[in-house]
């Protein structure tokens, strides 16, 4: 095993492809694939699945490629610090639920972590998604939300994926509304007083299930929806319709603005916030890092 092979599975990884690594590594595609076939017969497992379809990480090779990319990453230190070498592009992805939070941590990390050159991800996408992302190591951090409802089916499936889930917060459901929304001067707000307003929610594609709704309450039946895919419509067509979602009521006035605002939600529910990741796999030094900086946006 050596570390130019371990570099090279971490760049088939990156781009999903064994084509399009080759020309990123300068090299042939079979010599590439050939190397790979190599260590996969050294180390005596199988690390990408190979189908009609293309490759995918298997369940051993995305716990394998969680161990190399921190082999990779102190053997870059060592080369930074002892032979002056130029850093690698570094390289993160994080696929989320529309969360501003998130957002804000992601911000943090690339203000603190950034160097001259890195190429990372930031995926606000719907939840079925999430979790292939982090299944197939496309992103190496999802983050979403459970609650007595969807947990059984959503657990199920992070279990099937070898990913575990770890709690960042509990939250009481808030709607987010303008300001200028008659509802905006109350405490708090019933539910049966939201009849009369459009009800906004995320696309989820053809995992449309409720259980993979990213708003609470999902079964309930509104006169008037309207479903969107990016959290910048969601917000225009809050103030411009006056409408609502039902979210955490955490909220960034540094990137929404003070025209939208939560106000508790009168019911029994609760939302855990939580990020995913691959089961036996350790968080890169960029995993770590965007998880302490979640804690922090959290907290701010």
């Known amino acids: 095993m050596t570390l130019q092979q371990l570099k090279y599975v971490i760049e088939v990884a990156n781009r999903g492809s064994m084509n399009e690594a080759a020309k990123r590594l300068f090299i042939s595609q079979p010599s590439l694939s050939n190397a790979i076939k190599e260590l996969e017969k050294e180390i005596r497992i199988t690390i990408f699945e190979r189908t009609n379809k293309g490759i995918s990480l298997s369940k051993e090779g995305a716990e394998f490629l969680g161990y190399a990319r921190q082999v990779i990453d102190q053997s870059e230190l060592l080369e930074s610090r002892y032979l002056n070498?130029?850093?690698s592009p570094q390289h993160f992805s994080v696929s989320t639920q529309h969360y501003a939070f998130a957002v804000n941590a992601f911000v943090n990390l690339v203000s603190e972590y950034g160097q001259e050159e890195y190429e990372l991800a930031l995926r606000e996408t719907?939840?079925?998604e999430i979790i292939?992302?982090?299944?197939?190591?496309?992103s190496e951090i999802?983050?979403?939300?459970l609650n007595e409802f969807n947990s059984k089916v959503i657990n199920r499936l992070l279990k099937d994926a070898n990913l575990k889930f770890t709690s960042l917060f509990t939250a009481k459901p808030h709607i987010f509304i303008s300001i200028h929304?008659?509802?905006?001067k109350q405490s708090m707000v019933k539910i049966d007083q939201l009849q009369d307003y459009p009800y906004l929610s995320f696309?989820?594609?053809e995992y449309n299930s409720f259980h993979f709704s990213e708003e609470i309450l999902s079964t309930l039946s509104h006169p008037k929806s309207i479903r969107v895919n990016d959290r910048a419509t969601l917000f225009n067509l809050l103030i411009g319709l006056n409408g609502y979602t039902i979210s955490t009521g955490v909220l960034s006035a540094d990137l929404n603005g003070n025209e939208i605002i939560p106000?508790?939600?009168d019911c029994d529910e609760t939302i855990n916030i939580g990020w995913i990741s691959h089961q036996n796999t350790p968080l890169s030094k960029l995993g770590a890092a965007y998880i302490?900086?979640?804690?922090?946006?959290i907290t701010d």
């Open 126 to 128: 719907k939840t079925h």
């Open 132 to 138: 292939q992302d982090v299944k197939s190591q496309r």
């Open 292 to 297: 302490d900086a979640l804690q922090l946006a």
């Open 203 to 205: 696309e989820q594609g």
């Open 85 to 87: 070498a130029k850093p």
């Open 142 to 145: 999802g983050i979403l939300y």
């Open 181 to 184: 929304n008659p509802l905006a």
């Open 263 to 265: 106000v508790p939600l």
